[in-house]
């Protein structure tokens, strides 16, 4: 007995590769509650021949490749990544500009007794400048600009001593302050205007 291709069951009387058991019959009639084999010995199961039986839903679908997206959400991070940082920097390059140009008047004050031998400010973009034999109070307005707004005014008492005060004002507010009394005494006042 041979399906349609020639191969054998196992176990039948014509596979002479295996051996039965003593006293082994083939199995003759119907199976038991089915009906009888075709003539090949097996039955006709399976799908018919031609494609899918009706019903199904046909062939699985081609899957998609994932590479390209993976890909191409890469490169959008990358260039949204790259967009924010020129942004930022963008912004940054800005505000120091700004900075920069920003300018701020500052008031310059030197009391005292007598007379100051010297009096030395800065001024705009950090120049240095001094006035010398100066009778007190004496009064300096400069404007001074750059990313760092840094102010100073020394002054110094004469031979004859006696009592020297510095003060740096922005506006109504005072930034420094300093007292010095004596032959040749120095006051130091120095900040930042641009706070």
Request: aromatic share 6%; hydrophobic share 30%; charged share 15%.
């Amino acid at each position: 007995m041979s399906d349609e291709s020639g191969h054998q069951p196992p176990g039948s009387p014509q596979e002479p590769h295996r051996r039965q058991p003593p006293g082994w019959q083939p199995p003759t009639g119907p199976p038991p509650g089915g009906t009888p084999y075709p003539q090949g010995g097996y039955p006709q199961r399976g799908y018919p021949q031609g494609g899918y039986p009706q019903g199904s839903y046909g062939p699985p679908p081609k899957k998609r490749k994932v590479w390209p997206w993976v890909l191409g959400g890469v490169l959008l991070f990358m260039v949204l990544g790259i967009g924010a940082c020129i942004a930022l920097v963008g912004t940054a390059v800005n505000e120091v500009d700004k900075e920069i140009n920003r300018t701020v008047a500052v008031t310059y004050q030197v009391d005292g007794t007598g007379q100051a031998s010297s009096i030395t400010y800065s001024g705009r973009g950090g120049d240095v400048a001094q006035d010398t034999d100066v009778t007190l109070p004496w009064t300096k307005e400069v404007t001074v600009d750059g990313i760092v707004k840094a102010v100073t005014v020394t002054a110094s008492a004469g031979a004859d001593g006696g009592e020297i005060t510095c003060r740096i004002l922005v506006g109504d507010d005072i930034l420094a302050e300093q007292t010095a009394t004596g032959p040749y005494a120095s006051a130091s006042c120095s900040g930042d205007a641009g706070k």
